[in-house]
Every structure is written in C-alpha cells, then in structure tokens.
C-alpha cells in the first residue's frame, strides 16, 4: 500500500520560511520521481517543482530561486525548502509520485502578517 505522508506546513510571515517532508511508503522510492504540487483557494492544482531519480530538478516559474526541492533515499523523504515567502504562496501542498495517482493528504501553507 503507498502512503505518502506530508508535514511541516503551517503560519508563517511572509519573508519567512518553511520546510515541507513528504515520508513515502510502499513505493521503490530511490527510483521514483517525485513532484510537490499546491492548489490555492479557489485555482487549480499546479506543479510546484520535480525532482528525478538521479537528482535532476524542475520548478514552475513562479519558485525558481525561491523554493528548492531535494530528496533523501535513505530516509524514502523528499523535502520543499520554501524561502522568502509571499501571501501568494499560501496553498494546501501535496507530495506525488510524478504523473502517478498516488497523492499525500496535502499540507496547509499560510503565509500571513
């Protein structure tokens, strides 16, 4: 059975940062792409960055230089460092292995004074 369970979102002021885990489960997880999506209220789900087996990274336009996506295969973990951020970036984040149905149950992201 894959599980994909999120933590680490929560309030926070914009200019700051967050630190988002996705533990996976169930899953060859050391050659499985991995993707961070986010939907906001109101907008559909968007792709938020990527992160191949080898390593190989891919962000939507909107984060690059702002979020960093990285995995750890040892610990079937793959992280979003979100930095410097913006109202615009409050979201429920979800964790997926990339172009599959398998979705974590999504993490709040408030970035809010």
């Known amino acids: 059975q894959v599980q994909l369970v999120e933590s680490g979102g929560g309030l926070v002021q914009p200019g700051g940062s967050l630190r988002l885990s996705c533990a996976a489960s169930?899953?060859?997880?050391?050659?499985?792409?991995m993707a961070w999506y986010r939907q906001a209220p109101g907008k559909q789900r968007e792709l938020v960055a990527v992160?191949?087996?080898?390593?190989?990274?891919n962000y939507a336009g909107s984060v690059k230089g702002q979020f960093t996506i990285s995995r750890d295969n040892a610990k079937n973990t793959v992280y979003l460092q979100m930095n410097s951020l913006k109202p615009e970036d409050t979201a429920v984040y979800y964790c997926?292995?990339?172009?599959?149905?398998?979705w974590g149950q999504g993490t709040q992201v408030t970035v809010s004074s």
């Open positions: 169930g899953i060859f997880f050391s050659i499985s792409t």
């Open positions: 992160i191949t087996k080898g390593g190989s990274t």
């Open positions: 997926n292995v990339h172009q599959s149905d398998y």
